[in-house]
Each structure stands twice: as structure tokens, then as C-alpha cells.
């Protein structure tokens, strides 16, 4: 072999390697955590509930409940999974089917305890997040699964008042 190809070979190695562990950083699911916390928010009054589906291709499912506790709000999360990707959020939002960077825009971030990269939306399972102070409830209609980083919908659940 001569010296040239052998040293074209070892340098698209290294370049493939390199390109490779770029494209992994910015394309390859967060590592996700799943929970069971079956204590959450045992005396919060629910608000509203909805059933999240997929968008875009993603896989999105479970159940996300607003509701009210002794601290404020609170989202409670049933059974809950979801397509990892980088810069996946959650997002409460005043359009019921939010699937647009303008309905997201609208609407509040929520960063989830725990979740990875100061609270990206990694976080599988049951379990409770507690909200900031959100203002009035009533006017969140939709909970998004948001991409930041390439403004993709994964997921959305749809919000209706619980009687």
C-alpha cells in the first residue's frame, strides 16, 4: 500500500471519529431516568387532565394532570414516556393542541427536577413536578413536549377541566 493511501485512510478514520462524536453530542437521545413516585402530590385537587400523544414522528404517551396543592400547582405525571432527543422540554401552554414554536412561545417552561441539563424533560415514569407561581391555571389549555433546539414538536396533551 503505498504511503499516501495508508495516510488518506488514517486520516478519514480520525475525521470519521471526530465527525462521529460531534453528531452523537448533538443528535443522540439524553439519557433518560425513570421514576415511580407513587407519593407526589397525594392531597392536590386536580384542574384539569389530558393524555399526551405523539407528534412528529416522536412517541409521547401517559398522562399529565394539572393541579392544585398546598404549595401552588403542581403537572403529575402517570405513566409517562417519551422519544429522548436533545433540548426536549415541557411546556404549559394557553392552545389546547400546541404543536407551533408561536403556541409554545405562549406559552411557560417548566423545567423538570431532576430531569438532565437543568431540567429537560428526561424524567420517564410517574411523578410530580411542582410549578412556579403559573398565575391563573384555567388559562393552560395544552402540556407540550418541545425540542428548543431544532423547534420540533415531540408530543402534546391536550387539557380539560376535571369535574
Same mark, same amino acid.
Given at each position: 500500500m503505498k504511503r499516501r493511501t495508508l495516510l488518506g485512510?488514517?486520516?478519514g478514520g480520525v475525521a470519521l471519529t471526530v465527525g462521529g462524536a460531534a453528531a452523537a453530542?448533538?443528535?443522540?437521545?439524553?439519557? $433518560?431516568?425513570?421514576?415511580?413516585?407513587e407519593g407526589g402530590a397525594v392531597d392536590a385537587t386536580p384542574l384539569s387532565?389530558?393524555?399526551f400523544v405523539g407528534?412528529?414522528?416522536h412517541e409521547v404517551s401517559g398522562t399529565v394532570t394539572l393541579a392544585r396543592d398546598d404549595e401552588g400547582h403542581v403537572l403529575?405525571?402517570?405513566d409517562y414516556e417519551q422519544t429522548q432527543g436533545p433540548d426536549v422540554f415541557v411546556y404549559l401552554t394557553p392552545e389546547a393542541d400546541p404543536d407551533t414554536k408561536a403556541a409554545v412561545d405562549d406559552g411557560v417552561k417548566v423545567l423538570i427536577d431532576g430531569g438532565e441539563d437543568a431540567g429537560e424533560s428526561t424524567k420517564l415514569g410517574t411523578f410530580t413536578q411542582q410549578l412556579e407561581d403559573v398565575g391563573d391555571p384555567t388559562r393552560f389549555r395544552g402540556? $407540550?413536549?418541545?425540542?428548543?433546539r431544532f423547534s420540533t414538536?415531540?408530543? $402534546? $396533551?391536550?387539557l380539560s377541566p376535571v369535574e
Open positions: 485512510l488514517v486520516g453530542e448533538l443528535f443522540l437521545p439524553e439519557r $433518560a431516568t425513570r421514576v415511580t413516585d387532565r389530558g393524555s407528534k412528529t414522528g403529575q405525571f402517570e402540556v $407540550a413536549i418541545w425540542c428548543d414538536p415531540f408530543g $402534546a $396533551a391536550t
